[in-house]
T-cell receptor, first 112, second 119 residues
Framework: DQQVKQNSPSLSVQEGRISILNCDYT??????FLWYKKYPAEGPTFLIS?????DKNEDGRFTVFLNKSAKHLSLHIVPSQPGDSAVYFC???????????FGTGTRLTVIP | GEEVAQTPKHLVRGEGQKAKLYCAPI?????VFWYQQVLKNEFKFLIS??????FDETGMPKERFSAKCLPNSPCSLEIQATKLEDSAVYFC???????????WGYGYTFGSGTRLTVV
């Protein structure tokens, strides 16, 4: 049973525009959420995270929004750059647990 | 070193053969985690270690899969009698802390994975 879901397997965006990647979760016990970026033949690398006590966290071009009532989070990348082209994974965990629950990923392609 | 080293990068095994994967965590990291990435990019947590002790094995298949982290050796994940459905990329991650995130910030670093193909 997939507890973290990314329903869009792929997304194409023009360079300079905003990329919005979405993620839904089912387990209300999750209280920390992370986004990872993954290039082919590499491991996932941490991008940005958000605690459930917040609804927004921003780091440069990357912003994560959390809507707890909807059990939904999104990653905004603005402006998008060709180097952002990768697979983005959403992940969630319960405080104190040490294992992550991952979504199935969204492949972002930024077109120059 | 400052990266999690996984070997080999690729491994091909005939069905029924044994497969052994290795992971050298970042120096100073006490925790090691194994994840399996199967079709459709789904990651599945397998097992975690605190030094040489199993910390959480709730994701580990009961049969055929075993893992160890011995002192002064890379950690290993072994699959006895591989099946076609074991084909996946196996990722190892290490952490200084026992959790994926902490008050000190993000804790995990992933290796680049071992692609196991069972034919």
């Amino acid at each position: 049973d997939q507890q973290v879901k990314q329903n869009s397997p792929s997304l194409s965006v023009q360079e300079g525009r905003i990329s919005i990647l979405n993620c839904d979760y089912t387990n209300s016990m999750f209280d920390y959420f992370l986004w990872y970026k993954k290039y082919p033949a590499e491991g996932p690398t941490f991008l940005i995270s958000i605690s459930s006590i917040k609804d927004k966290n921003e780091d440069g071009r990357f912003t994560v929004f959390l809507n707890k009532s909807a059990k939904h989070l999104s990653l905004h990348i603005v402006p998008s750059q060709p180097g952002d082209s990768a697979v983005y994974f959403c992940a969630a965990l319960q405080t104190g647990a040490n294992n992550l629950f991952f979504g199935t990923g969204t492949r972002l392609t930024v077109i120059p | 070193g400052e990266e999690v080293a996984q070997t080999p990068k690729h491994l091909v095994r005939g069905e029924g053969q044994k497969a052994k994967l290795y992971c050298a965590p970042i120096k100073g990291h006490s925790y090691v985690f194994w994840y399996q990435q199967v079709l459709k990019n789904e990651f599945k947590f397998l097992i975690s270690f605190q030094n040489e002790n199993v910390f959480d094995e709730t994701g580990m298949p009961k049969e055929r899969f075993s893992a160890k982290c011995l002192p002064n050796s890379p950690c290993s994940l072994e699959i006895q009698a591989t099946k076609l459905e074991d084909s996946a990329v196996y990722f190892c991650a290490s952490s200084q802390f026992g959790v994926a995130v902490s008050n000190w910030g993000y804790g995990y670093t992933f290796g680049s994975g071992t692609r196991l193909t069972v034919v």
